[in-house]
């Protein structure tokens, strides 16, 4: 019994592993950067503030490098910050969304209507 849980929860960690690169890989692979969306809309920016943006976001270290900040980051659940103007993190933005959600489904297994006024 405990060789079969153990045996498991080894097989877990390269699951995980496997899990976050595709997950990394996919986000990479979207068209754009977080630079671009931020600076597109406004001619005026300099290279110099695009430079310094994608220091900031850590665009300009080699990948593995990304993946391994990113990676550190996902094990303190630091989703970093959102892009809206309030500028929250993200942790506490899908809170707020997720308390909102269980409140919805909590009214609909009680088979109460949810109305709207």
């Keep these: 019994m405990w060789t079969y849980v153990l045996k498991r929860l080894l097989l877990m960690v390269p699951l995980l592993v496997g899990i976050t ?3 990394f890989v996919v986000i990479h692979l979207a068209p754009g950067t977080p630079v671009e969306l931020q600076t597109t ?3 005026k920016v300099s290279l ?3 430079k310094r943006l994608r220091e900031l976001y ?3 270290k080699p990948l593995h490098v990304q993946y391994w900040d990113w990676l550190k ?3 303190y659940l630091d989703f970093g910050r959102s892009f809206s103007p309030d500028r929250r993190p993200v ?3 899908d809170v707020l969304t997720f308390n909102v ?3 919805t489904q909590a009214l609909a297994k009680n ?3 949810l109305t709207i006024n």
Excluded: F, I, Y
Aim: proline share 4%; charged share 20%; net charge positive.
């Design 21 to 23: 690169m595709v997950s």
């Design 41 to 43: 809309m406004n001619p």
């Design 48 to 50: 110099e503030a695009q």
């Design 58 to 60: 850590g665009l300009d």
């Design 73 to 75: 980051r996902m094990a």
């Design 91 to 93: 942790l506490q933005h």
């Design 101 to 103: 959600t269980q409140v």
């Design 111 to 113: 088979g109460r209507r």
